[in-house]
């Protein structure tokens, strides 16, 4: 296969890259400054440290064009934010007396202050921070940030283009700021923000930018005519601006679809586009529309998402496919390589055969400087590198390590009854209540309890032999007896073990199950300073032996109460690993299914009667295109419910969600049968709760009344009054009381008030409803 030369020597470049350094350098001077052992010198002099070492590196892996602005200390979104002048009110006081607290009071809050709202960004697990607008949001350009780390870049001698959330997809992730009417759209302020986008861009091009990334990843979602007019107009205006940089407008996630035609009339010099999964569709389109004469394309051929090796021959016959459509093709990631681990090679107890399979950020950038030059010098270019790409692949897909035949078939054996209860639930919901006897408004948490300084000791201990397993076991029991006592003190209904043997909620298992491979260093930023350890799905999944009952069974044996198996769902088990890419999703998930259902059924026997099967993933993954959601939610919902099926009727099923925008998915959350859901809803105040009620949702939910991601203490009363909240749409014989989410990041400090406050909410509620009061 060959590839013709491009007109123009095609160049490398990326969108984005991984902010934590190789050690998790910025996290650690992040949460320092937070504890006062850091200074904010200190910090900034950390992060501007990584980001000169990440450019460095990038230019040496043959990156002609770097990124700047993509660095944060906590998230982009809130970047931009601070960029428009786009501050709260109630933190501009903060912001005042000193920038840096300010911002970090927007992202986690102060006992005082109440965060921004923290979702996902789009379908990965990224969390951003939510802008709150509203008509009377005055925007004011600050673009030092932007301008600072440009300069910098530009020091090193590098070839640097800013990269900015664009104004249409900034808008459009906005909600009503508290007090606003809920119907405010916030993309009426488009004609108010333009202005403050154009000035940021002067500034960027006085401080010496030829290009500027605009980040529109909301215009690959299903859009309005109003809001394609929108993005028109303000392509059109930011376009028509004098003496402006040239503007790199870029999509990643899914196809453009009906966008594409506007951004491709639209005066701004090039496009930025995802060839990956979405590759058919974007050719198709850029063909409808006649190319991009006089454009710079740059073409997302390497999977920014995914971390198995890209294919070579495939992607530079994308490539040259592209060379006629535009003036200019470049070749980049499909999106920012903030989503994937940093570099392989810091995994030294890989399976060496797996380990050849896995391109982490270092990697894809070789891949992408070496398609560069394939384009640019044809095939022959490359030669070497194309052959050593063939037999990885080959290698990969030959190995017996991706197939078991017993997995396959047991799989296809699966009926539809397999993923349906014995029982309606109003039949069950009968057994499950007299089994238990709960008081009205039962109080649990979602699982975890706080991870402290000494169960991450033991666990380093136990990978250096400083204690045996035996050693390390003890410790994890004196840690569920105090998790026990304290809850029992505390007064909670139905109680959980905490978690102390987990790492992470989705690694833990993985390490149990054939067919995945757990990293050491693989860490992705979640949201600020957490970070994640993805798994890596490579073959066939099963379960040799049971996970957690014995875990749960001890926690038991210590208290009359029920107490909570803690398992993670399916759907999630996928969505935060990185999922084998040579088969359908659906075939996988239930795979994993088949082992989780196992698993419940071992806690069963072992006499559990409370079991949660965690899914914050389920709206996460929704496809971004409304016409391809039927056929995700359906094998997703299918593989929650042939987990948690085979159970008797009176064994009541938990289901959690947290951090996402629930509207789009209540029909699957009913179509789940779980008996109780709780979900994230102290920062969205209530909201999960109101569209649960429009549907009439028919069973038992605990929306959360106390925000896990802020270090603040709630009061009893602001508990109690978000329950209130809570009552006016779920009854209160179906409603449970419970924070938004695991506990496993917080300290026990803040733990104890929270959940003292918690169940002291639960309380007053309860004796205001058996007296008739409010």
């Known amino acids: 296969m060959t590839a013709k030369p491009a007109a123009a020597a095609a160049r490398a470049t990326v969108y984005g890259y991984p902010r934590q350094g190789p050690n998790r350098e910025l996290k650690k001077a992040i949460e320092g400054y937070w504890k006062g052992r850091t200074s904010s010198d200190a910090l900034q002099e950390t992060a501007a440290g990584l980001r000169r070492s990440n450019w460095l590196r990038l230019a040496e892996a043959g990156i002609h064009e770097v990124p700047t602005g993509d660095f944060s200390y906590y998230d982009h979104v809130l970047d931009t934010s601070v960029m428009v002048g786009a501050v709260p009110a109630r933190h501009r006081q903060v912001v005042e007396d000193g920038a840096l607290d300010g911002y970090f009071a927007m992202a986690r809050g102060t006992q005082e202050l109440a965060p921004l709202e923290m979702t996902k960004w789009f379908d990965t697990n990224y969390?951003?921070?939510?802008?709150?607008?509203?008509?009377?949001?005055?925007?004011?350009?600050?673009?030092?940030?932007?301008?600072?780390?440009?300069?910098?870049?530009?020091?090193?001698?590098?070839?640097?283009?800013?990269?900015?959330?664009?104004?249409?997809?900034?808008?459009?992730?906005?909600?009503?700021?508290?007090?606003?009417?809920?119907?405010?759209?916030?993309?009426?302020?488009?004609?108010?923000?333009?202005?403050?986008?154009?000035?940021?861009?002067?500034?960027?091009?006085?401080?010496?930018?030829?290009?500027?990334?605009?980040?529109?990843?909301?215009?690959?979602?299903?859009?309005?005519?109003?809001?394609?007019?929108?993005?028109?107009?303000?392509?059109?205006?930011?376009?028509?601006?004098?003496?402006?940089?040239?503007?790199?407008?870029?999509?990643?996630?899914?196809?453009?679809?009906?966008?594409?035609?506007?951004?491709?009339?639209?005066?701004?010099?090039?496009?930025?586009?995802?060839?990956?999964?979405?590759?058919?569709?974007?050719?198709?389109?850029?063909?409808?529309?006649?190319?991009?004469?006089?454009?710079?394309?740059?073409?997302?051929?390497?999977?920014?998402?995914?971390?198995?090796?890209?294919?070579?021959?495939?992607?530079?016959?994308?490539?040259?496919?592209?060379?006629?459509?535009?003036?200019?093709?470049?070749?980049?990631?499909?999106?920012?390589?903030?989503?994937?681990?940093?570099?392989?090679?810091?995994?030294?107890?890989?399976?060496?055969?797996?380990?050849?399979?896995?391109?982490?950020?270092?990697?894809?950038?070789?891949?992408?400087?070496?398609?560069?030059?394939?384009?640019?010098?044809?095939?022959?270019?490359?030669?070497?590198?194309?052959?050593?790409?063939?037999?990885?692949?080959?290698?990969?897909?030959?190995?017996?390590?991706?197939?078991?035949?017993?997995?396959?078939?047991?799989?296809?054996?699966?009926?539809?009854?397999?993923?349906?209860?014995?029982?309606?639930?109003?039949?069950?919901?009968?057994?499950?209540?007299?089994?238990?006897?709960?008081?009205?408004?039962?109080?649990?948490?979602?699982?975890?309890?706080?991870?402290?300084?000494?169960?991450?000791?033991?666990?380093?201990?136990?990978?250096?032999?400083?204690?045996?397993?035996?050693?390390?076991?003890?410790?994890?029991?004196?840690?569920?007896?105090?998790?026990?006592?304290?809850?029992?003190?505390?007064?909670?209904?139905?109680?959980?073990?905490?978690?102390?043997?987990?790492?992470?909620?989705?690694?833990?298992?993985?390490?149990?199950?054939?067919?995945?491979?757990?990293?050491?260093?693989?860490?992705?930023?979640?949201?600020?300073?957490?970070?994640?350890?993805?798994?890596?799905?490579?073959?066939?999944?099963?379960?040799?032996?049971?996970?957690?009952?014995?875990?749960?069974?001890?926690?038991?044996?210590?208290?009359?109460s029920p107490v909570k198996g803690m398992l993670t769902g399916p759907v999630t088990m996928l969505a935060w690993s990185f999922v084998r890419d040579d088969q359908p999703l659906g075939d996988t998930a239930r795979q994993v299914a088949l082992a989780l259902r196992d698993e419940v059924g071992d806690l069963e026997t072992a006499g559990t009667s409370v079991i949660q099967v965690d899914e914050p993933a389920l709206r996460e993954t929704l496809p971004l295109r409304t016409a391809d959601r039927p056929a995700y939610l359906d094998w997703a919902t299918e593989s929650f419910r042939l987990t948690t099926s085979g159970v008797r009727p009176d064994t009541q099923i938990h289901t959690h969600m947290c951090y996402a925008e629930f509207g789009d998915i209540v029909q699957a959350i009913d179509d789940l049968d779980a008996d109780v859901i709780s979900l994230e809803a102290a920062r969205s105040h209530m909201q999960v709760a109101r569209e649960l009620a429009a549907h009439s949702y028919p069973r038992e939910a605990g929306p959360g009344v106390y925000d896990i991601h802020s270090p603040r203490v709630p009061s009893a009363q602001e508990t109690a009054a978000l329950l209130r909240k809570g009552l006016e749409a779920i009854p209160a014989e179906r409603l449970w009381v419970n924070p938004d989410c695991g506990l496993k990041t917080r300290g026990w400090p803040e733990t104890r008030a929270s959940l003292e406050n918690l169940v002291t909410a639960a309380r007053e509620v309860r004796s205001e409803l058996a007296t008739g009061g409010s």
């Open 127 to 560: 969390h951003y921070l939510v802008p709150e607008l509203g008509p009377d949001t005055v925007f004011t350009a600050d673009s030092t940030k932007q301008t600072g780390e440009l300069i910098e870049a530009i020091a090193l001698g590098l070839a640097a283009r800013p990269v900015l959330v664009g104004p249409v997809t900034y808008l459009l992730l906005a909600k009503p700021a508290p007090g606003v009417a809920a119907d405010f759209e916030p993309l009426t302020l488009l004609d108010r923000l333009l202005p403050v986008y154009a000035e940021v861009l002067a500034d960027l091009r006085a401080a010496g930018a030829d290009w500027v990334q605009l980040d529109e990843p909301a215009l690959v979602q299903d859009r309005s005519p109003a809001e394609l007019n929108a993005a028109a107009r303000a392509y059109r205006d930011l376009g028509s601006l004098t003496g402006r940089p040239k503007l790199l407008v870029a999509s990643y996630f899914d196809r453009l679809g009906d966008a594409l035609p506007v951004l491709a009339k639209a005066p701004v010099e090039g496009l930025a586009l995802d060839f990956t999964d979405s590759a058919a569709a974007n050719l198709a389109a850029l063909a409808a529309v006649g190319g991009l004469p006089g454009k710079r394309l740059v073409a997302g051929v390497v999977n920014g998402r995914n971390i198995w090796v890209n294919d070579l021959e495939r992607s530079l016959a994308t490539l040259g496919t592209l060379l006629g459509l535009a003036d200019q093709v470049d070749v980049s990631a499909s999106c920012s390589l903030l989503h994937v681990p940093l570099d392989t090679a810091a995994e030294r107890d890989a399976d060496p055969q797996i380990l050849r399979w896995l391109a982490f950020a270092r990697q894809k950038t070789t891949e992408i400087a070496t398609l560069a030059k394939g384009l640019a010098q044809g095939a022959g270019a490359i030669t070497a590198e194309l052959a050593a790409n063939r037999a990885v692949l080959a290698s990969r897909e030959s190995s017996a390590i991706t197939r078991d035949p017993a997995v396959r078939a047991r799989a296809a054996a699966v009926t539809g009854a397999d993923a349906r209860r014995s029982q309606q639930y109003p039949e069950r919901v009968h057994a499950q209540r007299a089994h238990l006897g709960l008081p009205l408004l039962p109080t649990t948490t979602i699982g975890s309890f706080p991870q402290t300084g000494e169960l991450r000791a033991a666990r380093a201990d136990l990978r250096t032999r400083r204690i045996d397993t035996a050693g390390y076991e003890e410790r994890v029991r004196a840690e569920i007896r105090q998790v026990i006592a304290f809850q029992e003190k505390t007064g909670l209904d139905v109680l959980v073990h905490g978690e102390p043997e987990r790492n992470d909620m989705v690694q833990y298992f993985a390490e149990q199950l054939t067919g995945y491979l757990a990293t050491q260093q693989g860490w992705v930023q979640s949201y600020g300073t957490r970070y994640v350890r993805p798994p890596i799905l490579a073959g066939d999944i099963s379960r040799p032996e049971p996970m957690t009952v014995r875990w749960t069974t001890y926690a038991q044996s210590l208290t009359s």
